[in-house]
C-alpha cells in the first residue's frame, strides 16, 4: 500500500495539497463589479486572427485585408469577419477589445501571459515549461484559491484537453505555480461528442464495487493520523480536500449529473456543433449551472487540419478558417451565449473568447498568417460586461495600436472585478508572502 495518493482507492484524481489560502473580496460599488458568478473560458489555442474575426480590415491592401470580407452584426457599426455569422447576432451581449498587447511573438510565452496575466521572462520564448521565475497562477487556479470547493465539485475546472506545443510540450501558465498543486485547476481529459461519453475519472474502475469502495474509505479513515503528518512535511501534501471531492463525485448524484451531457435534447447539442470543442462548450455550461465558477474550454486539435490542427495557420490560412475552425468556434461561441440567454444565466455568467496571440497583417508565402502579439482581439460578454461595445482601436492594418491599448494583466484584473474581486485582493503563496491578484487595471470602458 502506498500513502500518499489515491492508487490505492483505485481513482485517478489529482492529489497534489498543500494548505489553504483565504482571500475575501472587498465591497466595490463600481459598474460591473461582483456581477459575475461563473467564468466560461473559451481558449482558442493558435491565436484566432484578428482580421478574420473582430477586426476586419476591408479598405487595407488585399495581402493585408485577405480572402473574406466583413458583415454588419446585430449591433450598428460593429462588423465581424464573414465566416463568424452566428456570433454577429450576439455581439450586443459583448465588448470587443481590438488593442491587446503582449509584445511577445511565441506560442508558449506569450500563452503564459494571457493565461496568467503575468509577462514571460524572457519574452517570446517557445517550448518553455513551467519553471522558476515564471510560476504565476493561472486564472483557473486563482479562482480555486479564491473560491472553495463546494459539494464535490472544483471551483475551476479545465476541459477537454491540456494545451501543448507539438511533441506535448506543455505551455506554463496552466497551474497553480507559486500558490501550491493543491490550487491546481482539474483537468479533466475527455471528448464529450463520443457516444457512450463519461468522465474516466469520475466513474468506477471496474474492479471497484461501491461496497469496496465504501471499505477502502473506511480504511484510509483509520490512516487519517498519518496522512496529516505526511501533509505537514511533504511538499506534495497529498488527499485532504480533493480526496473528499473525489469521494463526493463518485458516491454522489448532484455534481456527477453535470457531466451527463446526453440529457440534453438532439436541438441543443446540435446547435454546439458534433464535435469536441462544441460538445465541451456545453459540458462548461452544464458545469457552470452545477456550480463550478470557472471552467476553461480548451481548443483540440482538429485532425483533418494538416499540421498540427489548431489556429496556427501559417499556411492553408483561408481554406482551413472557412472549412474546419470557424464554424466550430462560430458554432459553439453562438450557442453558449443564446442558450446562457434562454436559461437566464446570462447575467451572472462571464464568457471569455480568447487566445495567445493573433496574426500577421501580412500574408506570407504560403497563403498564411504567422505569429502577432503586437496588437490582436479578444471578446468578453455576458455578466459585468457593458455588450455592444468596441474597446480600443488598430491601424489601418490590424498591425498596431492606436487607442485603447489593453494588457493581459488588465484583462485579468477585469475578469475578476466582474466576479467580486479588486486587483488589489492578495494571494498568498506557500511561503506565505502576500502577492496582488492581478498589476493590471479594470478597463472602465466595458464594464456594466
Known sequence: MQIGGLSALGLSLPQLLHRSVQARPIEDASPGFGRAKSVIMLWLLGGPPQHETWDPKPNAPKEIRGEYSPISSVVPGIHVGELMPRTAMHTDKMAVLRAVVTKDQAHS??????????????LSQENVTSKAPNLSPSHAAIMRALQPDRDGTPSAI?????????????????????????????????????????????????DVSTARFTSR????SQLD??????????????????????????????????????????????????????????????????????????????????????????SNHFADLRNHLMPRMDMACSALLQDLDERGLLDETLVVWLGEFGHTPRINGNAGRDHWGNCFSIALGGAGIKGGTVHGESDAHAAFPVSGIVSPADITATIFHCLGYSPETMLYDQTDRPIPLSRGHVIKEIVG
Open 109 to 122: 510565452s506569450s500563452g503564459y501571459q494571457m493565461l496568467t496575466g503575468v509577462p514571460h521572462a524572457p
Open 158 to 206: 479545465a476541459l477537454p484537453y491540456h494545451i501543448a506545443n507539438d511533441g506535448e510540450i506543455l505551455w506554463p501558465g496552466q497551474t497553480a505555480g507559486i500558490l501550491g498543486r493543491k490550487y491546481d485547476p482539474w483537468l479533466l481529459k475527455c471528448d464529450p461528442s463520443q457516444p457512450n461519453f463519461r468522465i474516466p475519472d469520475l466513474a468506477f474502475p471496474d
Open 217 to 220: 474509505r473506511a480504511l484510509l
Open 225 to 314: 493520523p498519518v496522512r496529516e503528518t505526511i501533509e505537514r512535511v511533504s511538499a506534495s501534501g497529498r488527499f485532504s480536500q480533493q480526496t473528499e471531492q473525489a469521494f463526493a463525485l463518485l458516491t454522489g448524484s448532484a455534481s456527477r449529473r453535470a457531466f451527463e451531457i446526453a440529457e440534453e435534447s438532439t436541438e441543443t447539442r446540435d446547435r454546439y456543433g458534433r464535435n469536441r470543442f462544441g460538445q465541451s462548450v456545453l459540458l462548461a455550461r452544464r458545469l457552470v449551472e452545477a456550480g463550478v465558477s470557472l471552467v476553461q474550454v480548451n481548443w483540440t486539435r482538429v485532425e483533418e487540419i494538416k499540421g498540427n490542427g489548431s489556429w496556427d495557420t501559417h
